[in-house]
């Protein structure tokens, strides 16, 4: 009988006796394993071998189990911090104990009940006694901890106490995975076809443009596929579900008759914040908030349009108008110059409507940009440090609030949301100021989504925009949870993002 090179080897490898692991025969044979189980479901199909399938499960410390086993599990070190202050006889203050045991502020309360669940002795409004007899070198869970760490020969789950093993799983100190394992066997057939002789056939796997050039083709024998055999699951390139989304949006907006703004990261606060009119003691404004450029640490002065700076200056200072008012207070160049990464992608929106983008701007014009934005943010569900805003205006004669209602209206319904909501807010730059909220598929809770509004006289005059203009900021990443019902900002960008989930969210109209 003559067979391809693989198969011939797997049978090889292979007894009627043992079941033999396809792993192993893949390192006996030096092949990789994924071929080995290709050539014996071959082996299978003719009827030569018997490949039986079994599920195991493997068992991992997780990155805490691995702390907790080498330092000790919380329940232990606070036994031992009690015993080491006599609380043997008589009970002591339990902070005593737990600085004693060095425990981290997120391990006090795993400690105490898994202290009281083993019963290491008794807790009591505030104070501790320790069980003198308490067992820990025979604390099941940490002998399974111990073996896990992997430097005393493998872990055998059968050997393990198995309420430890599941104590530690809900702990989440011990992670499992499932793997198949195979495992192969001659069938009598087998035997036989290797008692008469099994030969290696000459076969081709892979047509190449030598085959073809030399006619050899014809003469050679091609080896089967099967389309059925396991294979492993390649993940392909694709790109991110949140460039997709903003690719949608960019769609959406260029079909409203939207021109792309692009702009600098690094901007002059003049640009971020002054011509915003945001006051220089706005609490935005402090170190706090903002991530600043430490080389350079401000733009040259030469490289700010005296007439803008001065006009901004005046703005600040007595207002616009023969009404007006400013902020009466002081205002600084130099504070002014000070360089940062943008907080909001509003600065482009200043460098075009003060025409020095584009040059001047008529109006009817409509802008809008997909670009990141810089926050000093604490972490969270909803919050990164760098997010995408969608910043957008428009400029026209005589815009209302209707207006902007109803841009919002339509832009949200091409991403299935039709119940987003107003909320009147404040912003130093825009009369009326509104924030818009929308509710999570998944959690039902109102989220907010943007922040928007018309731009103050005290703004547009000094950049010279004599029309009306209605602006926002619109958070892409809410919009991508709400649309795609992610509920946690960091499973989708970032260093912490879900694998899983981005190889197999769609972002679909
Ligand atoms: N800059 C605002 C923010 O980051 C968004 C906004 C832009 C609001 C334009 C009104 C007008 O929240």
Redo the contacts with the bound molecule.
């Keep these: 009988m003559k067979l391809p090179e693989m198969q011939v080897a797997v049978l090889e490898s292979a007894s009627a006796d043992d079941p033999t692991p396809v792993e192993q025969i893949a390192e006996e044979v030096d092949e990789p394993p994924q071929a080995v189980t290709r050539a014996a479901f071959e082996l299978q199909e003719e009827g030569l071998v018997s490949v039986a399938e079994r599920t195991e499960t493997e068992y991992a410390l997780s990155e805490e189990g691995e702390t907790y086993a080498y330092d000790g599990l919380p329940e232990h070190s606070l036994w031992v911090g009690g015993l080491s202050n006599d609380a043997v006889d008589e009970p002591i203050e339990l902070g005593q104990a737990i600085g004693h045991a060095g425990l981290e502020d997120e391990q006090v309360e795993i400690a105490l009940s898994n202290f009281a669940r083993k019963g290491m002795g008794t807790i009591d409004s505030g104070t501790i006694q320790v069980d003198p007899d308490f067992d820990l070198e025979g604390d099941a869970e940490r002998a399974i901890l111990e073996v896990l760490r992997g430097e005393e020969g493998e872990f055998d789950p059968d050997e393990a106490d198995e309420d430890a093993l599941a104590s530690l799983q809900r702990r989440g100190l011990v992670d499992t995975a499932e793997s198949t394992v195979r495992e192969v066997t001659l069938t009598d057939e087998g035997v036989t076809a290797m008692m008469e002789g099994v030969e290696v056939a000459e076969t081709v796997g892979q047509v190449t443009p030598e085959l073809l050039t030399s006619g050899e083709w014809q003469d050679v024998e091609f080896a089967d596929y099967n389309v059925e055999a396991d294979a492993e699951t390649v993940h392909g390139g694709k790109s991110h579900p949140l460039r997709e989304m903003s690719e949608r949006v960019k769609d959406v907006l260029v079909g409203m008759g939207f021109e792309e703004m692009q702009g600098p990261h690094v901007d002059a606060d003049f640009y971020i914040n002054d011509c915003l009119f945001m006051p220089q003691d706005h609490p935005a404004r402090n170190h706090w908030d903002r991530f600043a450029l430490e080389e350079p640490a401000a733009i040259d002065r030469e490289n700010l349009p005296p007439d803008l700076v001065d006009r901004v200056e005046s703005a600040h200072r007595d207002g616009v108008g023969p009404d007006g008012e400013g902020y009466h207070s002081p205002w600084d160049e130099d504070f002014a110059r000070a360089l940062a990464l943008r907080g909001?992608t509003?600065n482009l929106?200043v460098r075009h409507l003060a025409g020095l983008a584009e040059g001047e701007l008529e109006p009817p014009q409509r802008y809008f940009s997909i670009e990141k934005?810089y926050r000093n943010d604490t972490l969270d569900s909803t919050h990164l440090l760098e997010f995408f805003?969608i910043?957008g205006w428009v400029m026209a004669e005589d815009l209302s609030v209707r207006d902007l209602m109803g841009t919002f209206t339509e832009f949200y319904e091409q991403f299935g949301i039709t119940d987003i909501e107003f909320k009147p807010h404040y912003?130093p730059?825009?009369e009326p100021?509104f924030e818009l909220f929308g509710r999570h598929p998944e959690t039902d809770e109102l989220i907010e989504i943007g922040?928007?509004?018309i731009f103050r006289p005290e703004m547009l005059e000094p950049l010279g925009v004599e029309a009306d203009v209605m602006?926002?900021?619109l958070a892409l990443e809410r919009l991508f949870m709400l649309a795609t019902g992610a509920e946690d900002i960091r499973d989708v960008h970032g260093t912490l993002v879900d694998l899983d989930f981005l190889r197999t969210e769609e972002v679909v109209y």
């Design positions: 909001h509003t929106s934005a805003q910043e912003n730059y825009t100021s922040n928007s509004g602006a926002w900021g």
